[in-house]
């Protein structure tokens, strides 16, 4: 089973800023199958990007997601007040895929 | 427009039963497969059972096999999780996701969740 390892925990920033945010793997992820999803309080989870780099429908392109093999990285390039909530990057390439990260939050400084 | 809409859930006492319904609209729902997943009071997300789009394969994370069953019944576009044994790990918000094809485990549309109680 693949584990997947998100850094940091918690990610203080203010709105305009930049936002990096790391999933790391414990073994390489097949096809760069690595998707990024974000939660915000009291919601359903929302799918931003899939395939490591593709954004998933009506996701801003101040979303960007990197990486292959077992770093992937989500970028925010400038933090608006709405972003502000907990990220989670799951693989799917291997099958049956259960493996989530254990999220990041990113909070408002 | 793709809407997943959960039902089910509630209070329950340890070692109880309860059956979770997610109603689908939107979509042709005997194309894809179906997943819950599930989220414990503060906690993150975790992956709880997924079936294929005809239901003719099922699997399930091991804290719930045995436990639960997922089943689907295409006629009515209705997604089921039948939950038996219940412990108090078992807490959490209930989510329905629809998968992005037959089973290729990318949810892209997730319904709001069902609270799952265990308690005496």
Redesign the interface.
Known sequence: EIVLTQSPGTLSLSPGERATLSCRASQSVSSSYLAWYQQKPGQAPRLLIYGASSRATGIPDRFSGSGSGTDFTLTISRLEPEDFAVYYCQQYGSSPAWTFGQGTKVEIK | EVQLVESGGGLVQPGGSLRLSCAASGFTFSSYAMHW?RQAPGK????VS?ISSNGGST?Y?NSVKGRFTISRDNSKNTLYLQMGSLRAEDMAVY?CARD?GF???????????TLVTVSS
């Not at chain 2, 993150?44 to 992956?47: A, I, N, S, V």
């Open positions: 997943v993150g997300l975790e992956y997924a699997y994370a989510y992005v089973l290729e485990w990318l949810l892209t549309y997730w319904g709001q969740g």
